[in-house]
């Protein structure tokens, strides 16, 4: 299938770990220009060259996106050495949890803040560009737990589901401009934060975390976690020309483990 993203123009937050740098590594094979935002300076320098070694032309910006600030140098620097912005992934998300009994509401600030507000605020800036060519993908990575709460799970929770509410919104807003916005919902995933979220239940049972994923993966309908790999593989089809009559959607890709249709 010719996905069309030749020469797009993408970029990815929080694209130097985890599902986000799978997601800028996957475009740019497709031959997307990615602009990779993030906080640490080496490790965006290990994803971009990485990325170059794909033949695929990236930047990077290292900015903390909990800030307006933030965000509008991300969107401007794309600007200026892309020369415009087709497609937007917005990735970044670290929520803290804890047990909903003893939960500070300063988490859940936290979440919102990192997650609901960047991926906004990263919308609004970009859409003007997107409209300018009548054409744009946002691809917005939430997760199972918006809509699957547990006790100890409420900030990645919340943030979750506004990301759903913010999809199917913002969809309306813009799909008459050419602008398909959709959601990615994964489930347990193969990153470094899997392994920090989990690491506090391993500690309390005494367990290697490794063990514990392992587990945890073979309780799911298909028998392991996901790799970061495969949800950038949907979310690149989401960014791209072939996905066509997707409007305000969200993929679960949780394994398997959500009981609700669809
Ligand atoms: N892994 C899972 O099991 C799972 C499941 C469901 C949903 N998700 C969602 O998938 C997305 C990616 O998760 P992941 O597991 O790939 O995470 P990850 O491996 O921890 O990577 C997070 C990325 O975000 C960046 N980042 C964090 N805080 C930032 C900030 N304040 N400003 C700018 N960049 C920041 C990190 O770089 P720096 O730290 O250098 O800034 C890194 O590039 C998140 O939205 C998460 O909620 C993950």
New binding site residues.
Partial sequence: MDLGLRGKRAIV??????????CALALAREGVHVC?????ED??NQ?LAELEQTGGKGHTV?????TQA?CKKVVQETIDRFGGVDILV??????RNADILGLSPKLIDEALS??TY?YLRMSQLVIPYMRENQWGRIVN?????GTSPTRGNIP?GA??ITILNITRALSDAVAGDGILVNTV??????????R??QSARAKREGRDVEELLQELGQELPAGR??E?EE?ANVVTFLASEACSYMFGSALYM?GGKRRATP
């Fill in positions: 937050t929080g694209g130097s770990r985890g599902i986000g740098k799978q990779i935002a993030a906080r640490t490790i965006l994803t290292a900015v903390d996106l909990t933030g917005n990735n970044v998300g670290a929520a990192l997650k960047s990575v939430a997760g199972a737990a990645t943030a979750n919902c994964p489930g347990l995933t193969n990153t470094g934060r899997a920090t979220q976690i996901a970061p949800v949780d």
